[in-house]
């Protein structure tokens, strides 16, 4: 019989199939394994069926043992990118140890080493702009283990790696009102840590309802920081506020949330690529707490964010009404005019009442309510409304408890899956509702009176 002939692999790290997972390498760069794979001269053939072949040839010429036991890997497999909304990521992390993984210090007191707010938000984006992988048994050249509970050790600057489970002793728990920079949202589940336990750094509200926050997090692939829905994209009735016990007292000269809210005034127009369809950024947000403080409010249900949506529009309109423009001039568009009117505190503010009780007809479409009515974290009578109607047209077996208030991954799959039913793929069946799956849901039928739901 001839022996195989074996070669070196290097697997794609997106694959979690038993061959690849098996095949990839593990821990610190300096344990990094090669792994073998028999050469079929076959284009095309899945890594997981060359180390199937592998073990069986093996197995025949060595005697060795089973495939199935051969393929035990000892570890979870690397995991793939978090996308939110999808349940929440998968967190391994590792116990409790010391910095770049010697054992940890023997029980005692809890040391809180001194340090401000600016150096913890510092110190987290360190490992955001270096991109740093997600792993639960490797660590980062500052000694700190390469996971979520590491990574707010690093932050906090402690003596060496806690976990979810430990993390709570350096910390004293505070309200949702109290959170500032630096502060964390702990989720611990203790029945199974790996499922569903994670820790994020919060990083200061990006909008005035505190509705979503900056959040630094270690995560798969790689550390991130985004706009987040409080308090967390799954599980949101198990994150704990928690501030470090040695964070230093705010100074005299720190600024306010409201002394940041003035320093917009006078704030130059930064063009219209800010504002729009597909806009994102901080000067939406700006224009949404300008808008509300000049009688805006009833056009924002969920309060202004970063991200361009169908209230803005309206209230940016009702304010270019309100000076007695029309046509172009008043599009719903922020243009210098605009701008310079509500940076300066000039030109009349929206008359009380100018949003009106009957609901909006977006995009022609006649009470489509916008898409930034359904979005992760929000709750309104419209997601309720739209549940309603994909159980009366047969999807409500995507709902285990039936449609509520509150956007969830149950009514994500449920859009996805009516729109589906409309032959469409891709990017225009992702789960969220825009204006034609709006009208076809509503066709014939007509829609509920948002008062009365």
């Known amino acids: 019989m001839t022996v195989p002939v074996f070669g070196e692999f290097d697997p794609g790290s997106d694959c979690d199939c038993p061959g690849c997972a098996h095949a ?15 050469l079929p001269g076959r284009p095309g053939v899945h890594p997981a069926v060359c180390g199937l072949a592998v073990v069986a040839a093996a197995s025949a010429v060595l005697g060795a043992a089973a495939p199935a036991a051969a393929l035990t890997t000892g570890r979870p497999a690397l995991h793939r990118p978090h996308v939110p909304g999808d349940g929440g990521p998968e967190t391994p992390q590792g116990a409790r140890s010391g910095l770049g993984g010697r054992p940890a210090a023997k029980p005692g ?21 270096a991109k740093v992988p997600y792993s639960m048994d490797s660590y980062w050249s500052d000694g700190y283990r390469q996971d979520c509970s590491g990574y707010v050790s690093m932050a906090w600057s402690l003596a060496g790696n806690e976990w979810t489970g430990s993390l709570d002793q350096y910390g004293v728990k505070i309200t949702k009102e109290e959170l500032e920079p630096g502060d964390i949202l702990l989720y611990h589940n203790p029945d199974n840590p790996e499922k569903g336990s994670h820790v994020v750094i919060f990083g200061g509200w990006t909008d005035y309802t505190h509705t979503y926050y900056t959040v630094y997090e270690q995560t798969p692939p790689q550390t991130r920081s985004q706009s987040t829905p409080y308090p967390y994209w799954s599980n949101t009735d198990k994150y704990v506020p928690y501030r470090y016990k040695g964070v230093a007292p705010a100074t005299a000269g720190t600024q306010s949330a409201g002394a940041k809210a003035v320093a917009y005034r006078g704030a130059a127009y930064p063009g219209a690529a800010h504002f729009g369809p597909g806009a994102r950024n901080e000067y939406v947000s700006m224009l949404g707490r300008l808008l509300t403080a000049r009688g805006a409010r009833s056009f924002y249900p969920q309060g202004p964010g970063p ?11 009702a304010f270019q009404l309100a000076q007695g423009w029309t046509g ?27 949003a009106g009780r009957s609901r909006p007809a977006a995009h022609g479409v006649s009470g489509y309510p916008g898409r930034d009515q359904f979005l992760p974290g929000a709750e309104n009578a419209h997601v309720l409304q739209l549940g309603r109607r994909l159980v009366e047209k047969g999807f409500g077996g995507l709902y285990p408890e039936g449609p509520g208030r509150r956007w969830s991954d149950a009514d994500r799959r449920a859009v996805a899956a009516f729109q589906r039913a409309q032959g469409w793929r891709g990017g225009a069946a992702d789960g969220y ?3 034609e799956t709006w009208r076809r849901l509503f066709a014939q039928a007509a829609p509920e009176r948002v008062a009365d739901l």
């Open 24 to 38: 990839r390498p593990v821990g610190r760069a300096g344990r990094v394994a090669s792994r073998l794979r028999l």
């Open 109 to 129: 007191a809890v040391r809180t080493p001194t340090t401000t707010r600016a150096e913890i938000i510092n110190r987290a984006k360190i490992w955001v702009a």
């Open 328 to 354: 172009a001039a008043a599009d719903g568009l922020p243009g210098p005019r605009t701008w310079n009117l509500l940076v300066t505190g000039k030109g009349k503010d929206i008359a009380p009442g100018a």
């Open 307 to 317: 991200a361009w949506s169908e209230s803005d529009r309206r209230a940016t309109r």
């Open 433 to 435: 509702p825009g204006p």
